[in-house]
């Protein structure tokens, strides 16, 4: 006579463990890509801000700002965590370049005569490496 089985045993306690960590770094690879995508998003749209006020800027002043980010002298402040920095600018174009603190990834824009900035190739566009 058998006596009666009450509970798992080691070996199916072992494998269902080894299926939850096999679904939780799946899970955290799926994660780390999601944030990386959205630091890229934001650095995009900061880009995309600046080329609309640099826009503004030069419908009222008749060139384009220069200075340092942010400044009180052009209406835009980029994102928490978002460092940006012009280069190149001269009355007919500019270049600019977006970092953030959390990704080693750098986006790109450049309009006008400004000659394009890697990863940058079409004039407008914000693009990332």
Same mark, same amino acid.
């Given at each position: 006579?058998?006596?009666?089985? #009450? $509970?798992f045993t080691l070996v199916e306690l072992l494998v269902v463990?080894?299926? !939850? $960590?096999? +679904?939780?770094?799946? %899970? !955290? ?18 880009? /995309? #801000? +600046?080329?609309? *006020?640099?826009? *503004?800027? +030069? ?6 700002? %220069? $200075?340092? +980010?942010?400044?009180? %002298? @052009? ?5 928490? *965590?978002?460092?940006?920095? @012009?280069a190149g600018v001269t009355q007919s174009g500019w270049q ?8 080693? /990834?750098?986006? *790109?824009?450049?309009? %006008?005569?400004?000659?394009? !900035? ?5 004039? $407008? !566009?914000?693009?990332?490496?």
């Amino acid at each position: 006579m058998r006596p009666i089985r #009450n $509970g798992f045993t080691l070996v199916e306690l072992l494998v269902v463990i080894l299926i !939850v $960590g096999i +679904l939780a770094a799946v %899970g !955290v690879a799926k994660f780390a890509s999601t944030k990386d995508r959205a630091f890229l998003t934001t650095m995009k749209a900061d880009l /995309r #801000n +600046l080329a609309t *006020a640099q826009e *503004a800027f +030069l419908h009222d002043q008749g060139t384009y700002y %220069g $200075g340092p +980010l942010p400044d009180a %002298g @052009l209406a835009f402040a980029p994102s928490t *965590a978002v460092s940006l920095s @012009l280069a190149g600018v001269t009355q007919s174009g500019w270049q600019a370049t977006a970092t953030h603190s959390q990704t080693t /990834r750098v986006c *790109a824009i450049f309009q %006008g005569t400004a000659s394009p !900035v890697y990863p940058a190739t079409k004039e $407008g !566009v914000p693009a990332c490496d």
